[in-house]
């Protein structure tokens, strides 16, 4: 059974800090790119960063450039959100997300809440 499950977030204060993780299991980790997705209250959908496989490349938007840092662990089959200065408009589910061609699967989410 594929799983991806997130963890960490919860409340943290502008100008903090707080670490995503998401572990996965049911397929090889270490093949698929990894990418954060989050959704504001009322919105839709917002990519936040993305991972290759191999975690040499990374990508992020540009509301977050800066202060967030992705990166992976396919030793441990995780894969990590560093979220740095974080600010009220952070706020929201975070997801991750593992794709590989046509083939995708999707965490439950984490609520992360910043406070001003």
């Known amino acids: 059974e594929v799983q991806l499950v997130e963890s960490g977030g919860g409340l943290v204060q502008t100008g903090g800090s707080t670490r995503l993780s998401c572990a996965a299991s049911g397929f090889t980790f270490s093949t698929y790119d990894m990418s954060w997705v989050r959704q504001a209250p009322g919105k839709g959908l917002e990519w936040v960063s993305s991972?290759?496989?191999?975690?040499?490349?990374?990508r992020y938007a540009d509301s977050v450039k800066g202060r967030f840092t992705i990166s992976r662990d396919n030793a441990k089959n995780t894969l990590y959100l560093q979220m740095n200065s974080p600010k009220p408009e952070d706020t929201g589910i975070y997801y991750c997300?593992?794709?590989?061609?046509?083939?995708?699967?999707w965490g439950q989410g984490a609520q992360v809440t910043v406070s001003s």
């Open positions: 997300n593992a794709w590989s061609g046509a083939r995708g699967y």
């Open positions: 991972i290759n496989s191999g975690g040499g490349s990374t």
